[in-house]
């Protein structure tokens, strides 16, 4: 069974920098693509950043702004997520997410194109 589960959350000051990570496990991931959700209090989940696994090819939302890195370390099987410059408005759950078909690669800042997700890691501002 697939399983992820992601750590590396905590209280921040803003301006600050934090490395979230996330562990997958339960199958192989190649040809998978993998990303990183989040949700604020009150809002909708939305997407952060994916990248294929063992692949180079990354997608970023638009309001990332060059602030965050996704990369991954395929022989430990574990996708990371480097925040920098963070702000209030960064306050959130993380997820990382797995999607497994063909069109997850083809959409994947969709929720849909992912099949299984983390627990969430929480990260909070000092403010």
């Known amino acids: 069974q697939v399983q992820l589960i992601e750590s590396g959350g905590e209280l921040v000051q803003a301006g600050g920098s934090l490395r979230l990570s996330c562990t997958a496990s339960?199958?192989?991931?190649?040809?998978?693509?993998m990303g990183w959700f989040r949700q604020a209090p009150g809002e909708e989940r939305e997407f952060v950043a994916s990248?294929?696994?063992?692949?180079?090819?990354?997608v970023y939302a638009d309001w990332v702004k060059g602030r965050f890195t996704i990369s991954s370390d395929n022989a430990k099987n574990t996708m990371y997520l480097q925040m920098n410059s963070l702000k209030p408005g960064d306050r959130a759950i993380y997820y990382c997410?797995?999607?497994?078909?063909?069109?997850?690669?083809?959409?994947?800042?969709?929720?849909?194109?992912?099949?299984?997700w983390g627990q969430g890691t929480q990260v909070t501002d000092s403010a």
């Open positions: 997410a797995v999607g497994l078909r063909r069109d997850s690669r083809a959409y994947p800042s969709t929720l849909e194109s992912y099949d299984y």
């Open positions: 339960g199958r192989s991931f190649s040809s998978t693509t």
């Open positions: 990248i294929p696994w063992g692949g180079r090819r990354t």
